[in-house]
């Protein structure tokens, strides 16, 4: 019996030193956690010089390259939870676009719409990377979609999820509170989040509590950057609309039907504007369906690959 009560202590003690370990040390904490999402994903953290920034990048899988791109005051662990449905049959690449995530943010610089894609140009250049599939989220799919105008030649097909580029025909709930100078998408303080969150998605996914502190923090302090960056990029918007017809390869256009960020009108704008496009709309889901509903997100993607015909 006083094993048996010994062993019980133990096990009481290594609990609470877990439990202490979990809410002293988010920042460890959450570290390993991306790092075993990301390793339980294929996708291996790697990085790169590409001139005065230093991008970091998941990479992993084996296939036919897609390259994804995360939005406005994202990073490439956007992307962590649709992408185990993508590595089994594709390369896939995910940078933190600069001035995100884990890469350079250097004051000085600007992070328009054409320094971006000289960036995100030399980046593709540096890996080698010949003929590929292109697809991204709110900014990142003004990305991509730019990107699919410029180097046509290059792109297999593109994804426009809820994607920044096209003037919509109803003002979102965001660009509504845009309008009487705000910055919703901003955290405003460590309370915040609710909010945020709010905007966001129909139904938030669970996040754990290193991680939503970790974001939270790094969130904070990186406002003010964010600020400046979304100034930058304001002016480039609507850019991608004129452009559209340029786009040669089959575009997908995937949108959450409750999107309060860039309201579901766009799509017949996009619809109007591209010669080869599949739509696909997500059921009670915001802006991120790549987060809010990554299996059904990658699932439509994966059929939309696989249906496009050489």
């Not at 994804?68 to 594709?90: C, Q, R």
């Not at 690449?93 to 001035?99: A, E, F, K, T, W």
């Amino acid at each position: 019996m006083k094993i048996v009560k010994k062993v019980l202590i133990a096990i009481v003690v290594i609990i609470a030193a877990l439990i202490a370990f979990y809410y002293a040390m988010p920042e460890k904490v959450a570290g390993y956690m991306m790092h075993a999402a990301r390793s339980k994903a294929g996708l291996t953290k790697k990085e790169i010089k590409i001139d005065d920034h230093n991008i970091v990048y998941l990479e992993g899988g084996k296939g036919p390259t897609i390259l994804l791109l995360h939005g406005y005051t994202g990073s490439k662990d956007n992307w962590v939870m649709l992408a185990p449905y993508l590595t089994k049959d594709y390369h896939v690449v995910i940078p933190d676009l600069p001035g995100y995530g884990e890469s350079s943010m250097i004051e000085k610089d600007s992070y328009n719409l054409s320094n971006q894609m000289s960036r995100l140009r030399k980046f593709i250049q540096a890996l080698e990377l010949k003929k590929f599939h292109i697809a991204g989220n709110s900014m990142g799919g003004l990305f991509a979609g730019t990107y699919a105008v410029r180097y046509p030649d290059e792109i297999i097909s593109v994804g426009l999820f809820d994607a920044v580029g096209v003037k919509s025909l109803e003002k979102s709930v965001v660009y509504k509170m845009a309008e009487k100078g705000e910055n919703p998408l901003l955290l405003k303080d460590s309370n915040d989040m609710t909010r945020w969150a709010a905007l966001l998605f129909v139904n938030q996914p669970s996040v754990p509590y290193p991680i939503e502190k970790v974001m939270v923090k790094t969130a904070l302090a990186n406002r003010q950057f964010y600020k400046k960056e979304g100034k930058e990029i304001f002016f480039d918007f609507y850019s991608l609309e004129k452009d559209l017809p340029k786009i040669k390869a089959p575009a997908l256009i995937l949108w959450g039907d409750k999107d309060q960020v860039i309201d579901i009108s766009s799509v017949p704008v996009f619809e109007k504007g591209l010669k080869n496009h599949k739509t696909v709309i997500i059921k009670d889901c915001g802006h991120l369906p790549i987060m809010e509903k990554p299996k059904e997100t990658a699932m439509q993607y994966i059929d939309f690959i696989k249906g496009i015909k050489n």
